[in-house]
């Protein structure tokens, strides 16, 4: 076969001797991807099944002052309405939802609007009928009764003294430490970090630059519309077939919200088609459990895209001043960081990683972060891939860029000097363990593509580095082992992007089998143990070690039977490279699986794994780009990312994961936000206005894969799934900067922003 | 919604007949009713590309057609591009190569690639990201997906 | 004895020292004593027998999940940091 994949660049560690680890078998649920096979939320077919459809707000800040359901449900072919009435109360309660904890109340009144709406497109009201048209025709026939509030969108207006309140008893909670502040406000947190004497750093400092951005609310696009089918059985158990990032986390927020026991909730996670963090809350699940509850039918809802744009979390907007200063060598001594970003309708956005990534490259000395998270009549902000970095890392790097030109330094030297490394403390206190970000930069210094010249005019070059979190949380995993010598692997994490093989990799290597010998299954609530949502880049790390845990104890089991045949002790049976041996004997794992049920059964392993502790992924990103001066366009000429990636399980889906990352980090640099009119109302709700990349929009994306293992991973992994998203917008707006001389300042860099730059600087108002 | 129109049409080689009222799409057609769910609804305002299919060897987005306009149409979906036995080569260079990872926009650029290569074998990357940019894809960033029309494109050429 | 680092926010009841010893081999006995010693500490950083909201609790740079069961060494180093989460 001639054809050539393009494979990345791996930059091994020298300890690295695997067998099926950095392979590239093809994925176990791949053949049903390709021929349509494969169920995704909105193919579930079930006996009786009905459609629903929701009701959102035309109003972006209203009290509800009535709601009058009585000609929908008199509609011919409704069998059901609902509206937050149908909730139980569930006052102030604060539930522990695995990923972190969760206002029932805002979690429910976000599903269904209670008492006000607080954006436009709040979900209000919902009808299920014999089908989606009709059950749309009977949305229009409820009555809603509206009193308009005066609305807020602008994260700094809503800060201000006298700006309209979304919640009237909101306290700002000061973070770290939990004390309330005494006048309500939008701000729902201040984050505050400090250490040293930013005063006299800054005093003593051979150049400081300070510099104000802004960035909008965007989204993370998903293709699939949030879809959830329910079905309430007269037993009172609800089944709920969901698209969701976290079954057991969709069932703990369903059961919650609708206060009946997890044990009666049953959530079949189906295939997901995207999430990238939106889809871990829930919307549509216990709106669909109550019509069910209703009607006694399944009834299955899928939004419209306009009600995922409008309807569900997109990430925050934000403002952000960064000022930074350095001595005579380059060296960073000191920072500050006033962060404000906007939550949406409710608090708790993503404010709290922003504040702890936004020196997290470098070692600085001096420090003081300030943060607040503030609420705005805006969607419910969520978390999108490396939720809360990718803003600051677009300040900071442009900052740094800006240092680096005053000192006349390689930006990348600039950074190296300043790199964070093991042993650095981050602003916010925990110290790094073994990093990559030192390995990362000298690989994109010695890059192909950073040597090579860029001319012509208008061309610019920009490079940028992003940092992210990878956590642990709970993943458990069960294995049944067969006769024949293959393995049924079960294990609860969603997989959004081929997370069944790498996990089945890592099996397959602690038993030395193949890849294809392992069966994964990713199993419901009833058939796994608890394991977390598929976020915060942990699945490969968290439900891999799982497998490595069900592997072990796989081979423990099996020495046992080894022992009986060969009449010793199990502890002097050795295992490795798939062969059992002892003395004279031997014998591969095939063999011995033939022999299991004569030896006293079949095995089944299992493990369940809370891993503790942070791991730490580093980007750097390369990007030429020109720009049409007459319009303001800006087309990505080349492009490179690197990654200290740790081990590449399959080298092709960290791969994507980088080319992916980038590509949403370019949509968000160059063209994507949503656009506001002055009654809170989005203007852009469509794919096409929204303007995410198309395939014409981007060139192929080089990638670079660093393998420097994480000491707290048996094979060394780290999750790579975020941090590609995290350096772009930097970068790019380094590179527009070094094409056209303008430092952008605002995102996205779009053709209008662009162009009237150019004018003003043109101008000479720059 | 008044009476509903017969519709006589082929989908992927087989006649059928169905019942539709007039407003109902095609892509609903094909899913609800004859039961293909291989084609995706990701938009329903014809911007992803999610519910390609071919009709009468043109892609178009099914959930911009009306169902009554298939009377008399041929139509090819996803479920129609693998043989019996086989998988086409398109679908072996995606697996291979990588080219998806969720996977919902993947049946809507299969049918996307396969109109273009059967056209049009030898296509350059430009004409590949020309053809497909109406088809939407959030995960790889489109650098494996082009990468896997390329190899099919060779692999095709090579079994001729 | 194990070292509290103390965030700007809480150093109002340190007096404003930026960090303190206290003793326990869980975070429950060592949050109990800290409490003793500078009270409104328990209040801040647990909410029923969790890890408040917002609020994260690193132990020699270890982010724990155990709340407050996690294991405190001797010399261990303690930091309070925001949760991450993607909205609660």
Redesign the interface.
């Known amino acids: ?6 494979h990345a660049q791996i930059i091994k560690d020298p300890g690295d001797n695997y067998k099926i680890l950095g392979t ?1 078998p ?2 176990h ?3 049903d ?8 939320g ?2 579930v ?1 079930l006996q009786g099944l009905v459609e629903g459809a929701i009701l959102r707000s035309p109003e972006a800040h209203a009290r509800i002052l009535s709601i009058d359901t009585s000609e929908a449900e008199a509609h011919p072919g409704v069998l059901a309405v609902t509206t937050s009435a149908d909730f139980p109360d569930l006052g102030d309660k604060i539930a522990n939802l695995g990923e972190g904890p969760v206002n029932l109340a805002h979690l429910a009144a976000n599903c269904l609007a209670k008492d006000k709406v607080l954006y436009k497109g709040h979900a209000v009201a919902a009808v299920a009928a014999q089908n989606v ?1 009709i059950a749309r025709e009977a949305l229009d026939l409820i009555k809603v009764e509206y009193e308009p509030l005066p609305i807020v969108t602008d994260v700094l207006e809503a800060m201000k003294d006298g700006a309209p309140l979304l919640h009237e008893g909101l306290l700002t909670n000061l973070v770290p430490g939990g004390e309330k502040a005494e006048a309500p406000s939008n701000i729902s947190d201040h984050h505050h970090f400090k250490r040293g004497d930013t005063e006299a750093a800054f005093e003593a400092a051979h150049i400081v630059v300070e510099r104000e951005f802004t960035t909008q609310t965007v989204h ?6 949030h879809v959830a089918t329910a079905h309430w059985n007269q037993d009172g158990q609800l089944t709920v077939w969901a698209s969701t990032q976290g079954s057991f986390s969709a069932r703990e927020q369903t059961s919650e919200v609708l206060q009946i026991p997890i044990s009666k909730v049953k959530v079949i996670p189906c ?6 963090g939106g889809k871990i809350p829930i919307y549509l699940e216990p709106v669909a459990a109550v019509l069910s509850r209703k009607c006694g039918r399944p009834v299955k809802i ?1 939004m ?2 306009d009600g995922v744009f409008e309807g569900t979390g997109p990430t925050p907007a934000s403002f952000m001043r960064i000022k930074l200063g350095v001595d005579e060598a380059g060296k960073m001594t000191v920072g500050e960081a006033w962060l404000a970003y906007d939550t949406g309708a409710f608090p708790g956005g993503v404010i709290g990683p922003g504040v702890m990534c936004v020196f997290s490259c470098y070692d600085i000395e001096h420090a003081h972060i300030d943060g607040y998270d503030v609420c705005v009549n805006k969607p419910w902000t969520k978390a999108y891939r490396a939720p809360g970095s990718t803003h600051v890392a677009y300040a900071v790097e442009s900052v740094v860029d800006e240092l680096a030109e005053k000192l006349e330094m390689d930006p990348i030297d600039l950074r190296l000097l300043n790199a964070a490394r093991e042993g650095t403390k981050r602003v916010d206190g925990p110290v790094y363990p073994r990093i990559g970000l030192i390995e990362t930069l000298e690989a994109a210094k010695n890059h192909d593509h950073y040597k090579s010249p860029l001319e012509g005019p208008n061309r610019g070059r920009g490079v940028a580095a992003g940092f992210w979190f990878n956590i642990g949380l709970k993943s458990a995993a069960t294995a049944h082992v067969n006769a024949d010598g293959t393995v049924t692997l079960l294990e609860g994490s969603t997989d ?3 997370t069944r093989t790498s996990i089945s990799m890592q099996l397959a290597e602690t038993l030395g089998i193949a890849a294809e010998d392992i069966n994964p299954k990713v199993a419901d609530t009833d058939s796994v143990g608890y394991t977390d949502i598929t976020g915060g880049s942990r699945v490969t790390f968290a439900t891999g070690l799982a497998a490595v845990e069900v592997g072990k104890d796989i081979i423990s089991q099996m020495k046992e039977r080894a022992a009986k045949l060969w009449e010793c002790e199990a502890a002097d049976v050795e295992f490795s490279d798939g062969i059992f041996s002892q003395g004279d004997n031997s014998i591969s794992f095939k063999e011995l699986c033939a022999k299991l049920s004569r030896t006293g059964g079949l095995i089944t392993a299992r493990a369940s794994v809370d891993p503790q502790g942070f791991t730490n992924g580093f980007g750097v990103h390369i990007c030429d780009l020109e720009v049409d001066v007459e319009t303001g366009k800006v087309q990505i000429l080349r492009y490179t990312a690197l990654q200290d990636a740790g081990k590449a399980i ?1 080298p ?2 960290v ?2 994961q980088l ?6 980090g370019i949509g968000w640099a160059l063209n994507e936000e949503y656009l506001f009119d002055e009654k809170g109302h989005m203007l852009n709700p ?3 206005d929204y303007r ?5 929009d ?1 060139p ?2 080089d990638t670079v894969i660093i393998e420097v293992p994480n000491p707290s991973h048996p094979f060394g992994v780290r999750g790579v799934g975020e941090t590609p998203i995290v350096p772009p917008p930097g970068a790019i707006a380094n590179a527009v900067k070094s094409a056209i001389g303008i430092r952008m300042t605002e995102l996205p860099m779009s053709p209008p922003r662009v162009h009237s730059a150019i004018t003003e600087d043109g101008n000479g108002a720059s | ?1 008044g009476k509903k129109i017969h519709v006589s049409t082929t989908i992927n080689g087989e006649a059928v007949e169905f019942l539709c ?1 007039a ?2 799409s095609l892509l609903e057609i094909i ?1 609800d009713t004859l ?11 014809g ?2 590309g ?1 519910c390609t299919v071919l009709m009468n060897g043109v892609p178009v987005d099914s959930c911009l057609v009306l169902a009554v306009e298939a009377e008399g149409a041929e139509l090819e ?3 129609s ?2 043989n019996e036995e086989h ?1 086409h080569p398109l ?1 072996e ?6 080219a ?8 809507g650029f ?1 049918v996307s690639a396969k109109a273009l290569l059967d056209g049009h074998p030898e296509p350059t ?1 430009e004409e ?3 053809e ?17 029309v ?2 099919a494109s ?2 095709m050429k ?1 079994v001729k | 004895m194990a070292i509290v680092h103390v965030p700007p926010q809480m150093q109002k009841l340190t007096g404003g020292l930026t960090e303190v010893e206290a003793e326990g081999d869980s975070l429950r006995r060592l949050v109990s004593n800290l409490d003793t010693a500078y009270p409104g500490f328990k209040d801040r950083l647990i909410k029923d027998d969790l890890v408040a909201p917002g609020l994260a609790i690193s132990i020699d740079n270890v982010v724990t999940s155990r709340g407050i069961f996690a294991e405190v060494l001797q010399d261990s180093v303690i930091h309070i940091i925001p949760a991450i989460s993607g909205g609660r």
């Open positions: 076969m001639s054809e050539n994949f393009n590239r093809v994925r649920d791949g053949v991807k390709v021929t349509g096979r494969a169920i995704y909105n193919d077919q048209h993370q696009g998903y293709i699939e519309p295939e997901i088609g995207g999430g990238f899928q419209t895209r959004i992007g081929g399959h092709s889906y791969e994507g080319q992916g990352g980038s590509v949403q469509t794919m096409l995410m990349p198309t395939a014409l981007v192929m994306i | 919604m009222e407003r109902q899913r039961t293909l769910t291989g084609a995706k609804e990701g938009c329903n305002n911007n992803c999610a979906t996803v479920e591009i693998a998988l679908q260079c995606f697996l291979e190569g990588a998806l990872q969720c996977g919902i926009c993947t049946p299969l990357e590949i990201r020309f497909l940019s109406g088809n939407l894809c959030r995960c790889t960033g489109y650098d494996k997906i082009v990468r896997a390329q190899a060779e692999r090579e």
